[in-house]
């Protein structure tokens, strides 16, 4: 089987992208922050900072210990989305992008002479060439080139950062040998253990089980499809549905109150509901999440505690039902000092699949919601909104996922 496929990731791409717009930031330990407050997590690291042991989901307080040099700056998003367009433009240079798995890694299809390696990895060069010139010396990029999409991605994360491997079909399977199961797309921390429970304690043990050993260790078709991949096949890919949409936000000091706290759980409805609307998906459930200061543990790492929620919504994605849900599930919290809110619709549906609402009020309801996204749309996230946010409009702004790219032609409200 020859070669098929590029893939490209983006190295530490917040935090570079942030260093080539600054260039004080150069050559610096540098963590990208959803905002500047030691109670919250890293988004990214600058390879400076990763040296320190830091990490995306680093808790920001016990990176400023790992690295008291450390330099936090807010995440701007905008720019990461209007950059990863500018990265795709550039690899559309050298050849036609065919998937984009994230922000930050996209995927191309080699065809014809294209797929003898010494014409792939020239292809290749081009890429990283092109970026460079586009974006600049700090947008660096680590790309595997394998017979499928899976192999390339492995690929890709063996050299980093501004790495260049090649998988050839003949290296099968003994290249991977090397390996961590936990370094394989699709082995987390979850299925880690049950693989070893099954046998599996390497990659080599992975690579030389047979087909229906592996359909065992995964309980499913699964199994046989990594059987596939593993020795270069490219097995059937299936678009998964997102299982949740949520935002969550860490109050800043001024809003660790009812009033303020309040304010943004409804702004942060507002977004889950208008994302919904903006996706294509109704939800079934919403729920609430609620992290609080405890007095008593407050001078310790863990001097928090948290409370959860779940209401039914019966089917809907408007903007009124979603907050009035939320306004229910507030009124039963506990007391306490709030410093961090999640609110996220489940039990997702497509509205293709959806046979839409009997009843004429919600309808209407629905109906208000695509007005309202319309004129925002139009004239801005502020030029309408409900009024019991009026104190938090400013509050959780865009953020971003690895796995989201936001649409930048939607107001932020709405992100």
Known sequence: MPLSTIYIDMNSYFASIEQQAHPEL?????AVVPLLSDATCCIAASYEA??????????????????????????????????????IAAID???????????????????????????????AKGIK?????????????????????????????????DGLTVIEPHELPHKLFTLDLIDLPGIGRKMKPRLEAAGITSVEILCTADEDTLAKAWGSIVGREWYMRLRGHDAK?????????????????ERRNEEGARAVGI???????????????????????????????????????????????????????????FTQMWSRRPPGVPVQLGVTLTDLTTTEAYVGPLFTEQNKL??????????????????????????AKKSAPRRIAFGNIPDLDLPDIQS
């Open 26 to 30: 150069r050559g610096k330990p540098v």
């Open 50 to 87: 990763k040296r320190f042991g830091i990490r995306t989901g680093t808790n920001v307080g016990e990176a400023k210990r790992l690295c008291p040099g450390l330099i936090c700056v807010t995440g701007n998003f905008e720019l990461y989305v209007q950059q990863h367009h500018q990265i």
């Open 93 to 123: 240079t050298q050849i036609p992008v065919q998937g984009v798995h994230s922000i930050d890694e996209m995927s191309a299809r080699l065809m014809g002479d294209e797929k003898e390696p010494a014409k792939a990895i020239a292809i």
């Open 129 to 161: 060439k092109a970026i460079r010139e586009k974006i600049g010396a700090y947008a660096t990029c680590s790309i595997g080139i394998a017979p499928n999409r899976f192999l390339a991605k492995i690929a890709a994360d063996m050299h980093k950062p």
């Open 237 to 253: 890919e299936v678009k998964i549905p997102p299982r949740t949409i949520g935002h969550s936000h860490v109050l800043g000091m």
């Open 267 to 325: 702004r942060l409805a507002n977004k889950v509901a208008a994302r919904a609307r903006h996706l294509g998906y109704i939800a079934e459930h919403l729920s609430l999440f609620i992290r609080y200061r405890d007095p008593i543990r407050a001078l310790q790492r863990e001097g928090t505690k948290s409370w959860d929620a779940r209401l039914a919504l019966g089917a809907v994605n408007d903007t009124t039902t979603i907050v009035n849900a």
């Open 366 to 391: 629905a109906d208000l919601s695509k007005a309202m996204d319309a004129i925002s749309r139009k004239f801005g996230a502020d030029a309408i909104y409900q009024a019991s946010m009026q104190e």
